[in-house]
């Protein structure tokens, strides 16, 4: 089997997006665009991976450190010149050399390699990954001959009014004889309308030395999209959704309203979830099965197992056991570990705490740097004094501990088992196993005290 090279064009300005940040690092659904494409090349085994680079070049050695072999184009002088600085890797080597724009972010595994498989299958010289578009508009056009064969490639910019209306479109992702390649790119001039070195020119030259082209038609369109500008960023991000969001449906995820709902391509989420509206699940996210996420829950980097509830929840960093349940609001920032059972919200903010089975903290709280133990109630408006103005301290509650209303816990303190803390505390000290703590003014009531008060404004009046 002939070895694949995989050569993939970032050297250009990408001077549509109006970006200082290289396009090719612009995200859809949370990954760079790049990372999409060398995810799916992962998938096809080449021997090399060359990336050609020259703006902003730094920034996509520092991304991508050893996954691709650099190349430098210090001028851009078009996507021929640009596969050309590969030659001193690449030159006399047997085998399919696969070119791909870096700016197309949805091609599949799948398709490049059934690109590969038409091309070895065909022996054809170079084989041209082609779509058909509704608007073909920007993209260089395929002219073909009266019998089918591919003749050329025409960019729009030097397309006549006929040619123009031609709506198969040259995706920039092409399988070429490795040496046929590099002995017909020197023979490629630029005497077009941009005044550069075409890749796309290869192609004729080829086939009038008499070698045979092929073409692939891709089956769904919307994969062949490039991205030039932010409205064509944001276009191909919802296709990318849509597919994302097709998988999980398929691995018996409920999603009740595709249109809103956002997660990114390193979620997994188990069978008999239910995502409503307004979720995004970001990051490396792990939904277990059976739970039930949203309406508007935005969570990144948390782990959540099977049959949890959340809603109205913003939570970072986290991780939640099963059968608790999160909001309505919730507020839960990196190192919250909520335990099997547990219940939190509403109005709840919380920030590396640990919370054991069955413990609640339910209404109107701030926990922060907390260890709370199984079985705790943790009653409304109960705040842990965790900052000193200097250091963060920790506060401890142990198991069945009974923590009233309004509390303030001043860190670092620790309630031992069983105990409970009266509501309107503020507790400076640690509170022994078993023992109620008040920390608090005595009640008094003066009798009659309202009505003479009353009597004696009203005089004054
Ligand atoms: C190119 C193709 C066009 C195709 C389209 C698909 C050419 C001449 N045209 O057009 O037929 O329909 O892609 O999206 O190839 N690049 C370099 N060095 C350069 C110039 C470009 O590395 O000197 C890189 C760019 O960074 C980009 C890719 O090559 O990743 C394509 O360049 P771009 O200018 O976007 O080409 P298009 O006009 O989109
Ligand atoms: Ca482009």
């Given at each position: 089997?002939q070895?694949?090279?995989a050569v993939?064009l970032?050297?250009?300005?990408g001077t549509?997006?109006?970006?200082?940040k290289?396009k090719?690092?612009?995200?859809?659904?949370?990954?760079?665009?790049?990372?999409?494409?060398?995810?799916?090349?992962?998938?096809?085994?080449?021997?090399?991976?060359?990336?050609?680079?020259?703006?902003?070049?730094e920034?996509?050695?520092?991304?991508?450190?050893?996954?691709?072999?650099?190349?430098e184009?210090?001028e851009?002088?078009?996507?021929?010149?640009?596969?050309?600085?590969?030659?001193?890797?690449?030159?006399?080597?047997?085998?399919?050399?696969?070119?791909?724009?870096?700016?197309?972010?949805?091609?599949?595994?799948?398709?490049?390699?059934?690109?590969?498989?038409?091309?070895?299958?065909?022996?054809?010289?170079?084989?041209?990954?082609?779509?058909?578009?509704?608007?073909?508009?920007?993209?260089?056009?395929?002219?073909?001959?009266?019998?089918?064969q591919?003749?050329?490639?025409?960019?729009h910019?030097?397309?006549?009014?006929?040619?123009?209306?031609?709506?198969?479109?040259n995706?920039?992702?092409?399988?070429?004889?490795?040496?046929?390649?590099?002995?017909?790119?020197?023979?490629?001039?630029?005497?077009?309308?941009?005044?550069?070195?075409?890749?796309?020119?290869?192609?004729?030259?080829?086939?009038?030395?008499?070698?045979?082209?092929?073409a692939?038609?891709?089956?769904?369109a919307d994969?062949?999209?490039?991205?030039?500008?932010?409205?064509?960023?944001?276009?191909?991000?919802?296709?990318?959704?849509?597919?994302?969001?097709?998988?999980?449906?398929?691995?018996?995820?409920?999603?009740?309203?595709?249109?809103?709902?956002?997660?990114?391509?390193?979620?997994?989420i188990?069978?008999?979830?239910?995502?409503?509206?307004?979720?995004?699940?970001?990051?490396?996210?792990?939904?277990?099965e059976?739970?039930?996420?949203?309406?508007?829950?935005?969570?990144?980097?948390?782990?959540?197992?099977?049959?949890?509830?959340?809603?109205y929840?913003?939570?970072?960093a986290?991780?939640?056991?099963?059968?608790?349940?999160v909001?309505?609001?919730?507020?839960?920032?990196?190192?919250?570990?909520?335990?099997?059972?547990?219940?939190?919200g509403?109005?709840?903010?919380?920030?590396?705490?640990?919370?054991?089975?069955?413990?609640?903290?339910?209404?109107?709280?701030?926990?922060?740097?907390?260890?709370?133990?199984?079985?705790?109630?943790?009653?409304?408006?109960?705040?842990?004094?965790?900052?000193?103005?200097?250091?963060?301290?920790?506060?401890?509650?142990?198991?069945?501990?009974?923590?009233?209303?309004?509390?303030?816990?001043?860190?670092?303190?620790?309630?031992?088992?069983?105990?409970?803390?009266?509501?309107?505390s503020?507790?400076?000290?640690?509170?022994?196993e078993?023992?109620?703590?008040?920390?608090?003014e005595?009640?008094?009531?003066k009798e009659?005290?309202?009505t003479?008060?009353?009597?004696?404004?009203?005089?004054?009046?």
């Open positions: 089997m070895h694949i090279y993939i970032a050297a250009g300005k549509r997006m109006k970006s200082k290289h090719v690092l612009h995200s859809i659904c949370g990954k760079p665009m790049i990372d999409h494409i060398l995810a799916e090349l992962s998938q096809l085994d080449a021997k090399k991976t060359i990336m050609v680079v020259g703006h902003l070049k920034s996509l050695e520092a991304h991508l450190g050893e996954q691709v072999q650099f190349v184009q210090k851009q002088l078009g996507t021929a010149h640009a596969v050309m600085q590969t030659e001193s890797l690449l030159k006399g080597k047997e085998g399919i050399t696969l070119v791909l724009n870096g700016d197309h972010p949805l091609f599949t595994a799948k398709t490049l390699s059934q690109l590969i498989e038409t091309h070895r299958a065909s022996g054809a010289a170079a084989s041209i990954l082609t779509a058909k578009l509704d608007d073909p508009t920007g993209y260089g056009r395929i002219v073909r001959r009266e019998d089918g591919v003749d050329r490639i025409v960019e910019k030097d397309a006549t009014e006929e040619e123009r209306l031609i709506n198969e479109i995706t920039g992702t092409y399988c070429f004889d490795n040496q046929q390649l590099f002995s017909t790119l020197s023979l490629v001039n630029n005497n077009n309308a941009q005044g550069e070195y075409y890749l796309p020119d290869v192609i004729s030259i080829l086939r009038e030395q008499g070698h045979t082209i092929g692939q038609v891709i089956g769904d994969e062949a999209m490039g991205v030039n500008d932010r409205i064509q960023l944001a276009q191909a991000a919802k296709f990318m959704q849509a597919r994302i969001l097709r998988e999980h449906m398929k691995n018996g995820v409920t999603i009740i309203d595709p249109d809103n709902t956002y997660i990114e391509s390193d979620v997994v188990g069978a008999d979830t239910v995502i409503e509206p307004g979720t995004f699940l970001r990051g490396r996210t792990v939904i277990g059976g739970c039930h996420i949203g309406p508007n829950a935005d969570l990144t980097d948390v782990i959540v197992e099977d049959g949890v509830r959340i809603r929840t913003v939570m970072d986290s991780h939640v056991a099963g059968e608790a349940t909001g309505p609001y919730v507020y839960a920032r990196p190192g919250t570990e909520l335990g099997e059972q547990t219940k939190v509403c109005f709840v903010d919380l920030k590396k705490v640990k919370l054991g089975r069955g413990s609640k903290v339910s209404h109107l709280a701030y926990v922060g740097d907390a260890e709370v133990g199984e079985g705790v109630n943790v009653g409304c408006g109960v705040v842990t004094v965790n900052y000193d103005g200097v250091r963060k301290h920790k506060t401890v509650i142990e198991d069945g501990a009974f923590i009233g209303c309004n509390v303030n816990l001043v860190a670092p303190v620790r309630v031992e088992k069983g105990a409970y803390v009266a509501a309107g503020t507790i400076t000290q640690d509170v022994p078993e023992a109620l703590a008040i920390a608090r005595r009640q008094t009531n009659n005290y309202a003479r008060l009353k009597n004696k404004l009203s005089k004054n009046e």
